[in-house]
């Protein structure tokens, strides 16, 4: 047998092109082939790399500057990669310095964006500035007040709760890295809540995943957020029950 990918159908359609699972990589012995194992390594380092190296916030800086909003920089309360992977809880919090930071901001706005490194730099790296733009650009249109930009550092989902509460946003979304996998290293997920504060369960927040080539394209992704952006800012509501709350149905 040779030392090759085996190409096998279902019917006339060849399953790989359908997706990027690791489907059909046919087998060498009782093993895989070299090229399946090899990709399989490359993959698995692309997605160590993702979680354990740092953004490139000086260039991501330097992308949005022409935005006009200006960018403030927080961190959590993890302090290390290392402490960041094991305590996500403090990853939750911000740091003294940073809540400081934030109180000089002029309060009250309608949506603060808060790009955040999650787990996987190179989501940021790539995908964060023409998204931030895209999100940007429709947010003006509707005519809607931004905060200067905030870019966290060793964030979790829920940093964005005292962020915005601080500031006295309406309205928070949050772009941050995704958990790679070994078919994505790069991939944004959008997280949208509305009145958020310190406490916010998770059931009120909206997510928008999978943002990145080859996954939601940024136009796409861009529309859906402002979309839901809308539907929030109007009923005062954000998570399970902004659907019921769009569509005039009595909350459970």
Known sequence: MKDDLVKETAGSVDLRQMTEARVLLGRFGAGLPTRAAQSFLLDHARAR???????DWASLRANLADLGLGTIEVESQAGDRGTYIRRPDLGRKLSPESAERL??????????????????????????????RAIVERLLSRRLSIAPLILASLARVALGDPVAEIIRARLSIMLIGERPGLSAADSVGVYMTC??????????????????????????????????????????????????????????
Do not use: E, F, Y
């Open 49 to 55: 790399q993702a979680v354990w190296s740092a953004v």
């Open 195 to 252: 009145s958020p504060k310190t406490g916010t369960p998770d059931s009120r927040r909206n997510c928008i995943s999978n943002i990145r080539d080859g996954g939601l394209r940024i136009d796409s992704a861009a529309d859906a957020v402002v979309s839901l952006v809308a539907d929030m800012l109007k009923t005062g509501i954000s998570g399970v029950g902004l659907r019921d709350a769009v569509a005039g149905l009595p909350s459970h």
């Open 103 to 132: 109180a000089g901001i002029r309060p009250g706005c309608d949506v603060v964006i808060v790009v955040a490194d999650g787990l996987s730099a190179s989501a940021i790296d790539v995908n964060a500035a023409p998204l931030v």
